[in-house]
Every structure is written in structure tokens, then in C-alpha cells.
């Protein structure tokens, strides 16, 4: 892999594990219902709030790529049914979003982006909705790239031509790296793209297709690409 010009990173359970951050949010959200929307707070506790969230992604398949507008479907639907103004969603998302960026990073994440955008221009590639600059790492990234931006999301090979339109390269001059087999691995490999499994799990690969390496961290990869340059 040494034409390996630049390289594409997942976000959510790749700098970062997702969920802790996601039930941070719901309860920070909960709370500010219980606040300023009392009836939908008792209408929709958090686990039914996640139900109606569920429901709105199975009623909206034109909307998978859009985690945001699913949310404000659901809070709109939530605040309505709660007897109180639906146009309150917008200062409810705020509350979910604020703290939905509010993530723990891995250990390793921080030292690894450092070393590696000192290296190669790096991209954010996701089917989320964390912001870079809200979390504090756009100067480690030429752009992000999200799924809502795009229109569509991983493992479609659109969103990843997108990212290497961007960065003015070939597919295969272009590294993506991620957690998910499916939707970054498969999605990167079928693009193009040469792909790294970051497997912080210690999972098992179970598809034909295999990535072009796997590792157990970002420390494991900047090692990696040190000596792959070294050699």
C-alpha cells in the first residue's frame, strides 16, 4: 500500500465508542423535557422514545442517510403527542445534539490522529451525525463528509467517491479506515478503496472478502504505516 496518498476515518466506534455518548444524550434530553415539556417527558420515557425513534427510521426509508431529521420527526411527534408545541423540537434536538458530541475518546485516538494527518491529508467519513468541530478535531481533518451531507451513506460507493473527489485522488490512492465490516471495509473495498479493519472488539472476520490489514487500534496502524514508509 505505499501509493497510499490520504486516508478516510470513521468516526462513531472508531475514534470513539458511540453509545455511551448517544444514552448521555437521551438522559440530558429527558431531563430537559421533564423541564420545559413535562407531558411528553411522561408520554415518552427514554425506552419508548427509542421505540418511536425505531419507528420513524422503518416509516422514513428515504431518510436512512439522515440521523438528524429522523430525530427531529420523532421529537416532533413526541412533543405533539405530549399535548405541548411541536416547534420545540428544534431547542430539544439542541439539547440531544450538544451532548450527543460530547464523546469519550479511545485512548489511543487523539496521539494516532496527530501522527497520522502529520503524514497524510485525513478525512471524516461517516454515516452519523457527530460534528468534528463541535468535538474538537476538525484540525486534524481536511473536511468531514457525512451521510446527511452526501444524500447517501456507507457502504453506497458514492459517499466514498465523494471523499476522493475531494481530495483530487484515485480510489486506490485512498485508505479508509472502520470498525463496521459491512459498511466500511466491504463498502470501501467495492469502491475502490484500500481498506483497514479496526477491530478494538477482537472479532471474528467472517466474510470471503478480507481487508487489506486489520488492527486492534489506531496506535497499531501508525506503527504500521511507519514502517511500511521505513521499509
Avoid at 501509493?3 to 472508531?14: C, E, F, G, S, V
Avoid at 422514513?60 to 412533543?79: G, N, T, V, W
Wanted: charged share 25%; with cysteine; hydrophobic share 45%.
Amino acid at each position: 500500500m505505499n501509493d497510499i496518498r490520504a486516508i478516510t476515518l470513521d468516526l462513531d466506534d472508531t475514534l470513539w465508542p458511540v453509545w455511551p455518548a448517544i444514552e448521555a444524550a437521551e438522559r440530558e434530553l429527558q431531563a430537559w423535557l421533564q423541564q420545559h415539556a413535562p407531558g411528553t417527558a411522561r408520554a415518552y420515557p427514554i425506552e419508548r422514545m427509542r421505540a418511536l425513534r425505531a419507528q420513524v427510521y422503518e416509516d422514513h426509508p428515504h431518510l436512512a442517510h439522515d440521523f438528524c431529521e429522523q430525530r427531529m420527526i420523532s421529537l416532533r411527534i413526541a412533543l405533539s403527542e405530549g399535548g405541548e408545541d411541536p416547534a420545540r423540537a428544534d431547542e430539544a434536538f439542541e439539547v440531544f445534539y450538544a451532548a450527543r458530541n460530547r464523546v469519550e475518546l479511545y485512548a489511543d485516538s487523539l496521539p494516532a490522529l496527530q501522527r497520522l494527518s502529520a503524514r497524510l491529508p485525513l478525512a471524516a467519513l461517516t454515516n452519523g451525525n457527530a460534528c468534528i468541530h463541535r468535538i474538537g478535531l476538525s484540525a486534524h481533518f481536511q473536511f468531514s463528509l457525512g451521510a446527511r451531507e452526501h444524500g447517501a451513506a456507507k457502504p453506497e460507493p458514492s459517499i466514498f467517491h465523494a471523499a476522493c473527489t475531494r481530495l483530487g485522488l484515485a480510489p486506490q490512492q485512498v485508505l479508509h479506515v472502520g470498525d463496521d465490516p459491512h459498511m466500511d471495509v466491504l463498502g470501501a473495498r467495492r469502491a475502490g478503496l484500500r481498506a483497514v479493519w479496526i477491530n478494538r472488539r477482537d472479532e471474528t472476520w467472517d466474510h470471503a472478502e478480507t481487508p487489506d490489514l486489520e488492527v486492534r487500534s489506531l496506535d497499531e496502524l501508525v506503527h504500521w504505516l511507519e514502517r511500511a514508509s521505513a521499509a
